[in-house]
């Protein structure tokens, strides 16, 4: 078990969905390395999620699978029900489709808007019941530098991503006389399992296209979380973490 740097601290609770691997791995471990109590959530890498909730402290593992209503119903509950509140929502989970728009189907246009971005208004209608009644609460959308610029043969995924950077500006501001904040954190291109279809030379080029010249890791995404924890002014912003990939 790794130790609690922050057990002196009053805990709070967090829930970051898709959080077995990659950058949510990396946030669920950041959160649990700074006291909090962090509900893992994932869908099919049970193995994964387990592994960590036996080497953190205080994660404790849920599956479901946030492009389902239900089931998200059932995460935010058992966050409440066992905690008795929840300080910090991460939609995090995420799936992403490389397809010209003649070769995206239906089935597919809805599969991406479903985990990527109704995922989101899911957790977001069921924890802000909780966080309303707090009157305290901070939710940090993961979206993506395509929902800014758009992506060519990702436009499903730029569109999903598009929403929830639409959706950290309008829930900002209808909860923020609730106290509670919204954000997104808008990763560019960052070293996951998500981007593992580029080859070698495919991730060189890319490469040649950011200024620091290089892709970013999982750690640079988590430190962005703790960053908007800690400064309780910041709401309604998308925050680039991109290399200056897109000035
Ligand atoms: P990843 O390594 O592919 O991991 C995706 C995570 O999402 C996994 O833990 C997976 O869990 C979970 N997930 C997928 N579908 C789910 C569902 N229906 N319900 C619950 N969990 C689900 O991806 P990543 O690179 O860490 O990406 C994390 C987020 O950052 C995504 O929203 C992505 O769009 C965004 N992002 C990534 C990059 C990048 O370059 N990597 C750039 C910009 C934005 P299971 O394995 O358990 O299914």
Not at 71 to 91: M, P, R, S, W
Request: aromatic share 8%; with cysteine; hydrophobic share 35%.
């Amino acid at each position: 078990m790794e130790e609690n740097l922050g057990k002196n601290i009053p805990k709070k609770v967090a829930i970051v969905t898709g959080s077995s691997r990659g950058i949510g791995s990396e946030i669920v471990k950041t959160l649990s390395k700074n006291g909090y109590i962090v509900v893992l959530n994932y869908n099919k890498s049970n193995n994964l999620a387990e592994e960590i909730e036996n080497n953190f402290a205080n994660v404790y593992s849920l599956q479901a699978d946030v492009s389902k209503y239900d089931e998200v119903k059932q995460l935010i509950d058992y966050a409440y029900n066992k905690f008795g509140h929840i300080d910090l929502l991460i939609n995090n989970a995420g799936i992403d489709l490389v397809k010209t728009i003649n070769d995206t189907t239906i089935e597919d246009f809805d599969n991406i808007l479903k985990t990527n971005l109704y995922s989101a208004f899911y957790t977001c209608k069921e924890v802000s019941n909780y966080m309303i009644n707090q009157k305290s609460g901070h939710i940090i959308n993961i979206s993506s530098i395509w929902g800014i610029t758009g992506a060519s043969c990702e436009m499903a995924y730029s569109v999903s991503k598009a929403g929830l950077d639409a959706m950290t500006k309008s829930l900002a501001k209808e909860l923020g006389p609730s106290n509670i904040r919204v954000n997104s954190i808008a990763p560019g291109i960052i070293n996951t399992e998500m981007n593992s279809f580029l080859s070698d030379s495919e991730m060189e080029e890319l490469c040649k296209e950011i200024p620091v010249a290089r892709v970013g890791t999982t750690s640079e995404v988590a430190s962005c979380v703790l960053f908007l924890e800690n400064n309780p002014y910041i709401t309604g912003q998308i925050l680039q973490v991109n290399g200056g990939w897109n000035i």
